[in-house]
């Protein structure tokens, strides 16, 4: 079992950048796939990235393709969502998902294990 922290969310003005971390307990972190999801206000929570235990393989949503880069230090147990020219409509609830699934999966209900989730927000 792994438990997730995010970390590294606030308030930004549009244009700006941000890195989100995800701080995962155990010592089984590198055998896990991760991701990050997102929740805005009065939505469903969408996927935005995901990386392979590895870090070898990263999918991302077209939303975000070209701004946002995840990655991942096993040593340190922690993956992160670096984020650049966010725009309003990035502001949301970030939560960090972990899965051992062998495929590395883009849907939410592929994660086993989520954190609390960091609020991010853009302002214009």
């Known amino acids: 079992q792994v438990q997730l922290v995010e970390s590294g969310g606030g308030l930004v003005q549009a244009g700006g950048s941000l890195r989100l971390s995800c701080a995962a307990s155990g010592r089984t972190f590198s055998s896990y796939h991760m991701a990050w999801f997102r929740q805005a206000p009065g939505k469903e929570r969408e996927f935005v990235a995901a990386?392979?235990?590895?870090?070898?393989?990263?999918y991302y949503a077209d939303s975000v393709k070209g701004r946002i880069t995840i990655s991942r230090d096993n040593a340190k147990n922690t993956v992160y969502l670096r984020m650049n020219s966010l725009k309003p409509e990035d502001t949301a609830v970030y939560y960090c998902a972990a899965t051992l699934h062998t495929i590395v999966e883009r849907l939410e209900n592929g994660y086993e294990y989520w954190g609390p989730g960091t609020q991010v927000t853009v302002s214009s």
């Open positions: 990386i392979s235990w590895s870090g070898g393989t990263t």
